[in-house]
DNA sequence: CTAATTGCAAACAGTTTGCAGGCGT
DNA sequence: ACGCCTGCAAACTGTTTGCAATTAG
């Protein structure tokens, strides 16, 4: 792989994601990073935002039903709570599968997404 | 809301959920329907789940990072596992949610949606 | 017969890709 | 100066919509 320049317009988006200490969508970040590089390209953002998680420094974040979003790698194990008025996503420290599931005969776990809907503290 | 009427192509489309007992996609729906109705039209099969969703007869189940899957509704309470080899999704029974969760002050749950991810029995 | 339903194609939204010019190094 | 990076627009994929023809009741 190519060695990494120092754009204006990456600096502006890794600096959306040690704004905002949440999931952020393309969208989203766009929009943060569209305050100091105005005329930023959507297809900028999605390529940095691909090569960020290609060598590790976001992860990329799928809920249901969601377009996907990105936070920086690195957290401790966690879950989302996903507001169902505002839309926004809240990290939720420690994990919530129960620890003894019995699964049918064969299956193999490697992962597990758990993600809790309902209304956040400004929602209710 | 007009009467609904009686087609091949709703039929074909409501059978493929009685024979297979996962979650479909709209593509494996329409691949399913089109042994009886081989010029059924994506768009056909698209209406036809988005309406049986709105009457109720169908659930959409929605995964961390996959297209959009439906499956029937008045099933009880299940979570779902996603093979990462062969992209099947499974039905698991019972609730894999821990009972004691602990969330910041003023988040109120409502729902939960659990995902394993791993290898099913043929893909091991 | 009458209107709901279908199939096709065009319209859409979100994401990716090709390419010429701009800008780090 | 070299070549990676950006911005624009065109290409793609999955889903929705408009419309004339079809077909159930």
Redesign the pocket.
């Known amino acids: 792989m190519?060695?990494?320049?120092?754009?204006?317009?990456?600096a502006a988006i890794e600096m959306a994601f040690d704004k905002v200490h949440r999931p952020l969508?393309?969208?989203e970040v766009s929009d943060l990073a569209r305050k100091s590089?105005p005329?930023?390209?959507?297809?900028?953002v999605?390529?940095?935002?691909?090569e960020m998680v290609e060598e590790g420094s976001l992860r990329p974040v799928d809920l249901p039903g969601q377009?996907?979003r990105y936070e920086k790698s690195g957290l401790h194990h966690h879950h989302h709570f996903h507001c169902t008025v505002c839309d926004r996503v809240y990290d939720m420290d420690g994990c919530f599968l129960k620890s003894d599931i019995q699964l049918p005969e064969g299956f193999k776990v490697e992962d597990h997404d758990i993600t809790l809907t309902g209304r956040c503290p400004d929602c209710k």
């Open positions: 190519p060695p990494k320049r120092n754009t204006r317009q990456r969508s393309p969208s590089v005329n930023l390209g959507m297809a900028t999605y390529r940095a935002l691909n377009s996907p």
